[in-house]
């Protein structure tokens, strides 16, 4: 050969070369089965079969995050019963990995049709312990007749039955088949379509407790007044005119929401709250009743709370979290976080439905059901 022929330092010279080129083609080579790796993500289509396992991953909800339209994930059982969530990809602003199989059943549900009266059709529907994305849509198609007038959708916790939301109901007679819509805004555990003629009203977590005296918030309000401790931005008087509340525009005009801010979680709590602050806690637990109050475009739940609490005299903490971009409510008539345990703080939720983002992130829209309530674990005694 050649090569054999050439002096020894060339030879080096070359072999050096060689190893260079090599190194430099697997290192192409890596590029290009990393590149390929990226590309993998599936992107989703309007309409998407659920896996067998269940999983949408973070990746493929990133891909519809803040896109206007809907998108479809179907599945179905062995029974021949269908489902459908339906996601607002305008409504998801942190993108989370869901898991969207089910498991649906009429089966052993006798227990629950005698807490409701009886009812003649009960499914037991349980889903995945996920982070909602957004509040999506269900859609259950069963393969037999519901001659039901009203359907409620309920979970049911210390052998007591509580209605979340009311669900759609519409018959085929002719293909024989019940088709139930109705709105997610909890996950995690077994929840239950009741359907009847005349089901008894499914006690509602929300109702007893909005009766209370407003004496209660009057008194925690002025509660509120008298303290001024561990405050990085709090609201001002009473007699400061509600932000949200724009007089130039027509009663025809305006927006309108409710707000409610409660802390009866603390109730049975009590051994674990800072004993400083067990006078800023209301009796009845409700620190602001339900209340309707009007808004300008574009305000946010975070400027609704901001607005109300000047408006009442309630005092209201909050700091801006560069990191997320938004502000996050520290402390609400001087109930602070880790004041009632390790797991204690304010949560928000909208229309039933608890975002997994910053209040100051959430648009209001009209007619929204805002809900401030002090958690002592995480959400999950809510």
Not at 65 to 76: D, I, K, M, P, R
Not at 82 to 89: K, M, N, P, T
Not at 158 to 178: C, F, G, P, R, W
Not at 282 to 311: H, M, N, R, W
């Given at each position: 050969m050649i090569v054999a022929n050439l002096p020894k330092n060339i030879k080096?010279?070359?072999?050096?070369?060689?190893?260079?080129?090599?190194a430099m083609m697997a290192l192409v080579g890596c590029a290009e089965t990393t590149e390929s790796s990226s590309d993998d993500t599936e992107?989703?289509?309007?309409?998407?079969?659920?896996?067998?396992?269940?999983?949408?991953?973070?990746?493929?909800?990133?891909?519809?995050?803040?896109?206007?339209?809907?998108?479809?994930f179907t599945g179905s059982i062995e029974d021949g019963i269908e489902y459908s969530w339906a996601y607002d990809g305008s409504m998801i602003q942190n993108p989370v990995e869901q898991n969207l199989k089910l498991a649906l059943t009429e089966d052993g549900t006798d227990e629950i049709k005698k807490a409701a009266e009886d009812a003649?059709?009960?499914?037991?529907?349980?889903?995945?312990?996920?982070?909602?994305?957004?509040?999506?849509?269900?859609?259950?198609?069963?393969?037999?007749v519901w001659e039901a007038q009203r359907v409620v959708y309920c979970i049911y916790e210390d052998e007591q039955l509580y209605e979340l939301s009311d669900a759609a109901i519409e018959v085929d007679e002719e293909a024989k088949t019940t088709t139930i819509t109705l709105t997610i805004n909890k996950?995690?555990?077994?929840?239950?379509?009741?359907?009847?003629?005349?089901?008894?009203?499914a006690k509602e977590n929300?109702?007893?407790?909005?009766?209370?005296?407003?004496?209660?918030?009057?008194?925690?309000?002025?509660?509120?007044?008298?303290s001024g401790t561990k405050q990085s931005s709090s609201s001002a008087s009473s007699d400061e005119t509600d932000k949200s509340q724009s007089n130039t525009a027509s009663e025809d005009e305006e927006n309108t929401c409710t707000i409610t801010i409660r802390c009866d979680t603390i109730l049975d709590n009590m051994d674990k709250l800072d004993s400083s602050k067990k006078e800023f806690v209301p009796s009845s637990g409700v620190i602001l009743k339900k209340t309707t109050v009007?808004?300008?475009?574009?305000?946010?739940?975070?400027?609704?709370?901001k607005a109300v609490c000047q408006k009442k005299g309630i005092h209201m903490s909050s700091q801006y979290t560069p990191g997320y971009?938004?502000?996050?409510?520290?402390?609400?008539?001087?109930?602070?976080?880790?004041?009632?345990?390790?797991?204690?703080?304010?949560?928000?939720?909208?229309n039933g439905w608890t975002p997994n983002y910053g209040a100051s992130e959430y648009t209001v829209e009209n007619g929204d059901v805002i809900s401030w309530e002090y958690t002592c674990n995480l959400g999950s005694d809510l």
């Amino acid at each position: 050969m050649i090569v054999a022929n050439l002096p020894k330092n060339i030879k080096k010279y070359i072999a050096m070369l060689l190893a260079i080129l090599v190194a430099m083609m697997a290192l192409v080579g890596c590029a290009e089965t990393t590149e390929s790796s990226s590309d993998d993500t599936e992107l989703l289509e309007t309409y998407t079969q659920i896996p067998q396992d269940g999983i949408i991953t973070q990746e493929q909800i990133a891909s519809i995050a803040g896109q206007e339209g809907t998108w479809y994930f179907t599945g179905s059982i062995e029974d021949g019963i269908e489902y459908s969530w339906a996601y607002d990809g305008s409504m998801i602003q942190n993108p989370v990995e869901q898991n969207l199989k089910l498991a649906l059943t009429e089966d052993g549900t006798d227990e629950i049709k005698k807490a409701a009266e009886d009812a003649p059709y009960c499914l037991a529907v349980t889903i995945a312990d996920m982070y909602l994305a957004a509040a999506p849509t269900l859609t259950i198609v069963l393969p037999t007749v519901w001659e039901a007038q009203r359907v409620v959708y309920c979970i049911y916790e210390d052998e007591q039955l509580y209605e979340l939301s009311d669900a759609a109901i519409e018959v085929d007679e002719e293909a024989k088949t019940t088709t139930i819509t109705l709105t997610i805004n909890k996950a995690g555990g077994t929840f239950y379509v009741l359907g009847g003629g005349s089901i008894a009203e499914a006690k509602e977590n929300e109702s007893d407790r909005d009766t209370d005296a407003s004496s209660n918030q009057d008194d925690a309000s002025d509660n509120d007044k008298d303290s001024g401790t561990k405050q990085s931005s709090s609201s001002a008087s009473s007699d400061e005119t509600d932000k949200s509340q724009s007089n130039t525009a027509s009663e025809d005009e305006e927006n309108t929401c409710t707000i409610t801010i409660r802390c009866d979680t603390i109730l049975d709590n009590m051994d674990k709250l800072d004993s400083s602050k067990k006078e800023f806690v209301p009796s009845s637990g409700v620190i602001l009743k339900k209340t309707t109050v009007t808004y300008d475009e574009g305000d946010t739940v975070f400027d609704i709370l901001k607005a109300v609490c000047q408006k009442k005299g309630i005092h209201m903490s909050s700091q801006y979290t560069p990191g997320y971009g938004s502000y996050y409510v520290e402390g609400i008539n001087q109930l602070y976080e880790f004041d009632c345990g390790e797991n204690s703080g304010w949560i928000y939720s909208v229309n039933g439905w608890t975002p997994n983002y910053g209040a100051s992130e959430y648009t209001v829209e009209n007619g929204d059901v805002i809900s401030w309530e002090y958690t002592c674990n995480l959400g999950s005694d809510l």
